[in-house]
């Protein structure tokens, strides 16, 4: 539509030069003469109807930026399972909600355990014997006792539990568990009764002073990702929100079905105001680097390419094509085709882009190669 509009200027501008041209008492008045294949020369009144502007090219700044949606997820580098070390029944639990905040060394749940107690009366055993025999005996009691206190160690006990156990010399039938992590509860599949095997899980535990933003990537945007971009992940739940992170995990592997890739950013979360499956977007800004840049409006783009207008001399321009790279904000890259110094046109290259067409009938691009 744009280019539609420009043209139908050209022709009006055409129109009123023409109409100026016939009037004998201002031959001066003619408008548009070509100079060469691929130049035009206008008028100082052409230039001011057309909004013609031109500035000297010069080595600027420019860094790409890409926008993935993504969604807020539990950091599983600051996840922790709290497992059951003997086999048992859970007789009860302290945290019984998802949701609830766990401290390290907090009561976690209690246990009855047939070989647990059978561990305890050994341990009392031994200590018995090593009283009585100690000196009436080749038998090393203490080697014995470590043994024995070892196996309730390593079956979850703690040094406070097994000393009590040795001060009080009685067995109780529950053990209770403390917590080796903190966190929120993220999966509580056991409940009060509940049979329990060596290694089965008690609960996930997730820490949420940090969290993972993770966005999908198609492949045809992976040749844009940078792994040292910087990331910044923007909270529409909280203002458009910016919060500036690192990628911590790139998947080697992509989805044969969607064609779609998963990044990781960690983000921080100072009083864990951000929850898990709040909705985001990953801005991804690779370095700025030094090269010839542009206005975007300066560069005409169809499917042949893209090409620009340079002053030549006063009131004469040319089309040249050109090979554009980044393009952010305004703001558009000429990776060849241009050099610095060189004379464009910023505004009003689609008008002598018709305005050529419309004098000559052809395209100011068409044989033209890079």
Do not use: H
Not at 35 to 63: A, F, P, Y
Not at 129 to 142: L, P, S
Not at 244 to 266: A, K, M, Q, Y
């Amino acid at each position: 539509m744009r280019y539609i509009i420009m043209i139908a200027t050209a022709c009006l501008l055409f129109a009123s030069c023409s109409s100026k041209k016939e009037m004998p008492a201002e031959p001066k008045t003619e408008l548009v003469s070509v100079l060469e294949k691929d130049e035009i020369e206008l008028s100082e009144l052409q230039i001011q109807l057309g909004n013609v502007r031109t500035d000297t090219i010069r080595n600027g700044t420019i860094g790409d930026q890409l926008v993935l949606t993504a969604t807020l997820n539990f950091d599983q580098m600051k996840s922790a399972s709290v497992s059951s070390r003997v086999m048992g029944r859970v007789e009860k639990l302290y945290f019984k909600n998802l949701g609830d905040y766990v401290k390290n060394g907090s009561p976690l749940y209690e246990l009855y355990s047939e070989e647990l107690n059978n561990a305890k009366q050994e341990y009392l055993l031994a200590l018995d014997k090593r009283k009585v025999f100690a000196d009436e005996t080749v038998i090393d009691f203490d080697q014995l006792l470590q043994g024995a206190k070892n196996k309730l160690l390593l079956w979850g006990m703690s040094d406070a539990q097994v000393l009590e156990l040795a001060k009080s010399k009685k067995a109780t039938p529950t053990t209770t568990f403390y917590s080796t992590s903190s966190g929120y509860i993220t999966t509580l599949d056991i409940r009060e009764g509940d049979y329990v095997m060596e290694g089965g899980t008690i609960v996930k535990l997730a820490d949420l002073s940090s969290l993972w933003a993770e966005a999908q990537v198609y492949t045809s945007q992976l040749a844009q990702l940078d792994r040292n971009s910087a990331a910044v992940v923007v909270l529409p739940d909280f203002d458009g929100k910016e919060i500036t992170g690192r990628i911590e995990f790139v998947n080697p592997e992509i989805n044969p079905d969607t064609r779609i890739n998963l990044i990781r950013v960690s983000i921080p979360n100072p009083g864990n105001q951000l929850k898990p499956g709040m909705p985001a977007y990953v801005l991804l800004k690779s370095p700025l680097r030094k090269t010839l840049t542009l206005p975007v409006d300066a560069v005409i783009r169809d499917g042949k390419g893209a090409t620009v207008w340079i002053q030549t001399a006063n009131k004469t321009f040319k089309s040249v094509m050109v090979q554009t790279g980044l393009e952010t904000d305004d703001r558009i890259e000429i990776k060849s085709g241009l050099k610095n110094g060189d004379v464009v046109v910023i505004t009003g290259a689609y008008l002598l882009n018709s305005e050529y067409i419309f004098k000559k009938g052809a395209d100011p691009m068409a044989g033209m190669k890079m």
